[in-house]
């Protein structure tokens, strides 16, 4: 039997701002399941649009002095943009303030209506003395009545995930003026939830849906009591559509915005021929929604209730991911740290984040942390220095003759990389990115330590070898390939430059079982470039607030570029903590042999508080084992595969734990201030530095 069809969403981004990097966590992990699931031969469409409506929307086109519509429109052509710009690729991007939703609106409220679950009543609402509105929940902040944790929205609180209405915020103040709202009374329309539990809890109960850790918590704070009526209008002033049977009120955005994914399918039916009913009313449709935790509520109780009474396809799976923070906190325009997603366009490769995020992302709602100092040392090690190296140094040397006719003997290794697509599949699926990128740069370890084995530099140098050089070389693109397949999801333009140069397209996870021989490759251009700190730098004194000019130089003074949320500056600090040392000669200098080595293997040494057990290579069979105290800054799998520098000619020092044949040099207080010399693109193991 073929599998069902399978329809994806994200979470509709709001229309009064900009996408930044903590947004782009959901929309990645979203666009790398639908490539992988695509990429293995399932239909897969993934859908999204703007979220337009509300107060906010309203408010802040009023203050640009134009239509809401003119303003959504633009905001919606950025977020296009900017998902575009990190290979973001939905099959239909709509708007919620589009012809579709309303149709669709109007029937789903019917359903409900006669469904008897819609009563009115009044509500005492905030209003805004100052700027003339009734307060959205979004534009009235104070202490949650729950946990009386401080500068909460009006909705939900961020930090015990508890829901209420925003009159019940202690001391609230309006976002919008500043000023302490006050109580009016106005009519609104509810949904009856309540008449959904018995439904409700056996949904979201099953085990099916959602991961467990989301149903033990609906079950404890939700579901274990009567649920609350759901306010889904609001009275004029608002920007969205107005209830039919109820002027003067407008559902409330997070009535209509859900709604905006089956209007955005239907859009997308249109453009290609096909029926709604067979994408929201079909057993052959597989409904997955990615969300973050914030609006869990809305996507795992009022969502399905509604879905259900409208007699749409409940979702198979709600996926649910954490929050981003950087450097270990939350995100700060002051501290540069809030980067929206064209800032960080400017300065650096979007495959950059993308595979970051992957190393980052598992199947659970742990929030995941962007480390710029180990985002920067990771992408160098993975991409640039494990996969983007395997071609660097193999393809240019057979430029001209192309792979071999035959494939070489490999000692198993394509066998083995072709094996491992069955567990790396798994893991995608699964949406344990982590582990899947684990996986694969184990494999380009295993590439790279064939490279430094067969050392194909050595063999273009002997006229006698190279057909040896060609089959070698053969070897190694095959597995590139295979790297490049598996990377696929994570990173499509490396796939696609990966087809150019071996005039191969990547089509599917099967091409990671075929060998390719006998064809020509194309001249090899630079794939990837390495990320350098410094442009980390500017993105993040880009994304800073302006200082106003009276004040900058006060503050250059109070308060220099340093610290965990930024990328460290040449303060001095080190030097007046550790003085030169005294003044040699270049003879002096020339004694001490550094050289290029790779990590090719690294192990713990358990009685040993500080060290670390390493082998690596120099180059062809020049390979050594140096015991590095650095134990307490890096874990053995952080090391492998990376390219260190090392004092090559120190004499060996006979440990208890062995023979230490060198010493990899690093910089740092020491214990945990550690840092390993990095090495740039190019330079090879052997190289000695200079």
Not at 429 to 454: G, P, S, W
Not at 607 to 613: G, S, T, V
Request: proline share 5%; glycine share 8%.
């Amino acid at each position: 039997m073929s599998k069902p069809k399978i329809l994806v969403t994200a979470a509709l981004p709001y229309a009064n701002g900009h996408i930044h990097l903590g947004h782009l966590v959901e929309y990645l992990q979203t666009d790398i399941w639908v490539r992988f699931q695509k990429l293995t031969g399932r239909r897969c469409i993934y859908i999204c649009a703007d979220d337009t409506h509300g107060t906010a929307i309203m408010i802040r086109a009023r203050q640009e002095g134009r239509p809401e519509e003119e303003w959504i429109a633009e905001m919606q052509a950025a977020h296009e943009r900017d998902f575009a710009g990190f290979d973001i690729a939905f099959d239909n991007y709509g708007s919620t303030n589009s012809a579709e939703n309303k149709i669709l609106c109007d029937g789903i409220w019917g359903s409900l209506r006669q469904s008897g679950l819609i009563v009115e009543d009044d509500v005492e609402q905030l209003f805004d003395t100052v700027a003339g509105t009734f307060l959205a929940d979004r534009f009235v902040k104070g202490t949650c009545p729950n946990c009386k944790a401080v500068d909460q929205y009006g909705d939900n609180c961020s930090a015990c995930g508890a829901t209420y209405a925003p009159t019940d915020l202690i001391d609230p103040v309006s976002t919008l003026s500043g000023s302490t709202p006050v109580k009016k009374t106005a009519k609104h329309l509810f949904v009856q939830l309540e008449q959904l539990h018995e439904f409700l809890d056996s949904w979201t109960q099953s085990g099916e849906h959602l991961q467990s850790e989301v149903a033990n918590y609906l079950k404890g704070h939700f579901l274990g009591k009567p649920l609350r009526d759901w306010d889904v209008s609001r009275p004029a002033p608002y920007f969205g559509f107005e209830i039919p049977d109820s002027p003067g009120n407008y559902w409330y955005v997070w009535f209509d915005a859900p709604i905006g994914y089956i209007a955005s399918t239907w859009q997308w039916c249109q453009k290609n021929g096909e029926s709604l009913d067979d994408w929201w009313k079909s057993d052959d449709t597989e409904i997955h929604h990615f969300i973050g935790k914030d609006i869990t509520y809305f996507h795992t109780l009022f969502w399905p209730g509604v879905l259900k009474t409208a007699g749409y396809s409940l979702p198979k799976f709600v996926h649910i991911h954490g929050f981003l923070t950087v450097d270990g906190e939350k995100m700060s325009k002051s501290k540069g740290t809030q980067i929206s997603a064209s800032t960080y366009l400017k300065h650096l490769d979007p495959a950059f984040l993308r595979y970051y995020y992957a190393s980052k992302l598992g199947p659970r709602l742990d929030d995941i942390d962007l480390n710029l100092t180990e985002f920067a040392n990771k992408v160098n090690s993975d991409l640039i220095g494990k996969v983007i190296n395997l071609a660097s140094r193999t393809a240019r040397f057979i430029e001209s003759v192309g792979l071999s006719k035959a494939y070489p003997e490999d000692g198993g290794l394509f066998r083995e990389f072709a094996d491992s697509g069955e567990k790396i599949a798994q893991a995608y699926d699964q949406l344990d990115y982590a582990r899947a990128t684990r996986l694969i740069m184990e494999l380009a370890d295993k590439a790279n330590a064939y490279v430094e084995n067969n050392a194909p530099w050595a063999l273009k140098k002997d006229p006698e070898r190279q057909q040896e050089l060609q089959d070698v070389c053969t070897v190694v693109l095959n597995l590139f390939r295979q790297l490049c397949v598996y990377l696929t999801p994570i990173l499509p333009r490396l796939s696609v430059q990966c087809g150019e140069l071996l005039q191969s397209p990547i089509q599917s996870w099967s091409d990671s079982q075929t060998q390719l021989v006998g064809s020509p490759i194309a001249k090899f251009q630079h794939l990837m470039q390495r990320l350098l700190p410094e442009k980390v730098q500017m993105m993040i004194e880009e994304s800073k607030p302006e200082v106003p000019a009276e004040t900058a130089g006060a503050e250059q003074v109070a308060a220099p570029v340093s610290g965990p949320t930024s990328v460290p500056t040449d303060s001095g600090d080190a030097l007046a903590a550790e003085p030169l040392a005294p003044t040699c000669t270049i003879e002096d200098f020339a004694k001490v042999d550094l050289r290029v080595a790779r990590v090719i293997k690294a192990e713990e040494v358990p009685e040993a508080r500080k060290l670390i057990k390493l082998t690596v290579s120099l180059g062809g069979d020049n390979v050594r084992t140096v015991f590095a105290g650095i134990k307490a800054a890096y874990t053995p799998e952080q090391l492998i595969g990376r390219l260190v520098v090392i004092v090559a000619n120190l004499q060996p020092r006979q440990m208890k734990f062995g023979l230490s044949e060198g010493m990899v040099t690093a910089a740092g207080a020491g214990g945990t201030e550690v840092f390993l010399l990095g090495v740039d693109s190019g330079a090879v193991p052997g190289h000695r530095v200079h």
